[in-house]
């Protein structure tokens, strides 16, 4: 398995819900991160996770909170989200150290 | 201030043209430099890695450390090279003493018939 599989592919959620996005992968990788991506922009570092400790944030807002349960899985919380986070959010995986990463295909959040 | 430029956001070629994709780095220090690409409706696949030295689909990039550049050269476009390409600078050092990957602006590519 080369993949990394994210669900839900999309999610429309109100300002007040609670949601979670999804990341897996099974090659082994011990780091993981979750970026955004907004339309047209390029994608912008939320957070990284190396060997299941969070090693990165960039100070993001809390209505933002990671989870890694394990190796293959990264989770990320949703909460009291604004309008302004609709946006893609991409997770990636990679060996630790100087590798390239593998995307995601993205959860395409909008957030009404 | 460590960072990657891709000074051009868009390119149009017609097929069989050269393209280069120009990207500039500011970095103290040994660079680790990609190129990422973003087809259509498909997620964000890494294309080059400058340690690894390869040719993928046709598109080399050389890492110039004398202009700070890493441009991404193909001699003959294909249509299905059309996509937006991303250089992609990593160890990058945050708030907290970590590295990470940033990415440029990107460049949209078209190849037309």
């Known amino acids: 398995d080369t993949e990394v599989t994210q669900t839900p592919k999309h999610l429309v959620m109100g300002m007040t819900n609670k949601k979670s996005l999804k990341c897996e992968q099974h090659?082994?990788?011990?780091?993981m991160y979750w970026y955004k991506q907004k339309a047209k922009k390029p994608p912008e570092l939320m957070f990284v996770?190396?060997?299941?400790?969070?090693?990165i944030n960039e100070s993001v807002p809390s209505r933002f909170s990671p989870e890694c349960p394990n190796s293959s899985l990264l989770n990320l919380h949703l909460h009291a989200l604004q309008p302004e986070d609709s946006a893609l959010y991409l997770c990636a995986s990679s060996q630790v150290g100087v590798y390239g990463y593998t995307f995601g295909s993205g959860t395409r959040l909008t957030v009404v | 201030a460590q960072r990657v430029t891709q000074p051009e956001k868009l390119l149009s070629v017609f097929k069989g043209a050269p393209v280069e994709l120009k990207c500039n780095y500011s970095?103290?220090?040994?660079?680790?430099l990609f190129w990422y690409v973003q087809y259509s409706r498909q997620r964000l696949q890494l294309l080059l890695r400058h340690i690894s030295r390869e040719s993928i689909k046709g598109f080399t990039a050389d890492l110039n450390k004398g202009e700070t550049s890493f441009h991404l050269k193909k001699p003959f476009a294909q249509e299905e090279d059309s996509a937006m390409y991303y250089c992609a600078l990593n160890g990058v050092i945050t708030q907290g003493g970590s590295e990470k990957l940033v990415f440029g602006k990107g460049m949209k590519l078209t190849v037309n018939p």
């Open positions: 970095y103290s220090g040994s660079p680790e």
């Open positions: 090659m082994g990788h011990r780091a």
């Open positions: 996770y190396s060997y299941e400790k969070l090693s």
